[in-house]
């Protein structure tokens, strides 16, 4: 058993938290929300992020974005000051690589050892632990913490150094972005074409337009039942955390000289999606925008 700090019990920290306890870990938790506090199941709670890193084996941290983590990595009274050499972090957060790299030499600066460990999943694979984990970092602390991840999630890929992690993550749900949209168009099009939305899933499910997107997160109802498109689109990841993925992506193409025209686009399709009032949406509720749109037939 492993004593555990655990930084952001959000809709994602807070089921991922309560997976660690349920895998007969000691885990002291920390979030300034009140009602995060409440909500993460057999969780310590303490008052101090401080406190949740002293004396922990390892100290996990889910957060917003990359300033937060830096800012929660190094202040005076922040976790790594707070936390004995040898002690893991490993930093689940979504963010842009330059600061998962910081982190990581913030944490190598006072004998630390590291792993930038983004998700794929959301709050459904957070909360069955069926998540999927890109990590970065050393052998030495992938080692150490491929163990923690395994309680929390389904599939663990250690990615490479530090910050390829994030650099996975964030290639990964451009992917996924673009696919979406994709998939929306295409049903959008079937719709006013008078094709039927089962038959068009039941060839292209298995066609060469067979895609996540579409097989297990279709964005019209009917097709899959546990898609967010058959409960109201009720997120399992928000419309405005796939902008901020978005983002991030564009951010790292302009940095490298990536030419991303379909990204690019698809960010653009989001931000305005998002700035529309639809923010706290699935992802997949980009269909309606898409459909809306498009003329009467």
């Given at each position: 058993?492993?004593?555990?700090?655990?930084?952001?019990?959000?809709?994602?920290?807070?089921?991922?938290?309560?997976?660690?306890?349920?895998?007969?870990?000691?885990?002291?938790?920390?979030?300034?929300?009140?009602?995060?506090?409440?909500?993460?199941?057999?969780?310590?709670?303490?008052?101090?992020?401080?406190?949740?890193?002293?004396?922990?084996?390892?100290?996990?941290?889910?957060?917003?974005?990359?300033?937060?983590?830096?800012?929660?990595?190094?202040?005076?009274?922040?976790?790594?000051?707070?936390?004995?050499?040898?002690?893991?972090?490993?930093?689940?957060?979504?963010?842009?690589?330059?600061?998962?790299?910081?982190?990581?030499?913030?944490?190598?600066?006072?004998?630390?050892?590291?792993?930038?460990?983004?998700?794929?999943?959301?709050?459904?694979?957070?909360?069955?632990?069926?998540?999927?984990?890109?990590?970065?970092?050393?052998?030495?602390?992938?080692?150490?913490?491929?163990?923690?991840?395994?309680?929390?999630?389904?599939?663990?890929?250690?990615?490479?150094?530090?910050?390829?992690?994030?650099?996975?993550?964030?290639?990964?749900?451009?992917?996924?972005?673009?696919?979406?949209?994709?998939?929306?168009?295409?049903?959008?099009l079937a719709d006013r074409l008078g094709l039927d939305r089962q038959k068009l899933f039941d060839v292209a499910s298995t066609?060469?337009?067979?895609?996540?997107?579409?097989?297990?997160?279709?964005?019209?109802?009917?097709?899959?039942?546990?898609?967010?498109?058959?409960?109201?689109?009720?997120?399992?990841?928000?419309?405005?955390?796939?902008?901020?993925?978005?983002?991030?992506?564009?951010?790292?193409?302009?940095?490298?000289?990536?030419?991303?025209?379909?990204?690019?686009?698809?960010?653009?399709?989001?931000?305005?999606f998002a700035e529309s009032g639809h923010g706290g949406e699935d992802f997949s509720a980009i269909f309606r925008a898409i459909?809306?749109?498009?003329?009467?037939?």
């Amino acid at each position: 058993m492993a004593r555990i700090g655990f930084i952001g019990l959000g809709n994602m920290g807070g089921p991922m938290a309560a997976n660690l306890v349920r895998a007969g870990h000691a885990v002291l938790g920390f979030d300034t929300v009140p009602a995060a506090r409440e909500a993460a199941a057999g969780v310590t709670i303490v008052e101090l992020a401080a406190e949740a890193a002293r004396d922990a084996d390892a100290v996990i941290t889910m957060l917003p974005s990359g300033p937060i983590v830096r800012a929660v990595y190094e202040a005076a009274d922040g976790i790594l000051p707070a936390a004995r050499a040898g002690t893991l972090f490993i930093d689940c957060s979504t963010i842009d690589v330059d600061s998962a790299r910081a982190a990581h030499a913030m944490a190598a600066g006072r004998g630390m050892l590291s792993l930038d460990a983004p998700v794929s999943g959301g709050v459904g694979g957070a909360s069955a632990g069926t998540l999927t984990f890109m990590a970065g970092g050393s052998a030495e602390a992938f080692e150490r913490g491929e163990p923690l991840l395994a309680a929390m999630g389904r599939r663990i890929v250690h990615c490479g150094g530090a910050g390829a992690g994030q650099a996975a993550k964030i290639c990964n749900n451009m992917i996924l972005g673009i696919s979406m949209i994709a998939v929306s168009e295409a049903f959008a099009l079937a719709d006013r074409l008078g094709l039927d939305r089962q038959k068009l899933f039941d060839v292209a499910s298995t066609a060469s337009g067979q895609c996540w997107s579409l097989t297990s997160y279709c964005p019209v109802p009917g097709p899959v039942p546990a898609s967010p498109a058959n409960h109201e689109y009720r997120p399992g990841f928000a419309a405005a955390l796939m902008l901020k993925d978005l983002g991030l992506a564009m951010e790292a193409a302009a940095a490298t000289g990536t030419e991303t025209a379909l990204g690019r686009h698809a960010r653009d399709i989001y931000a305005a999606f998002a700035e529309s009032g639809h923010g706290g949406e699935d992802f997949s509720a980009i269909f309606r925008a898409i459909s809306a749109a498009s003329k009467p037939a």
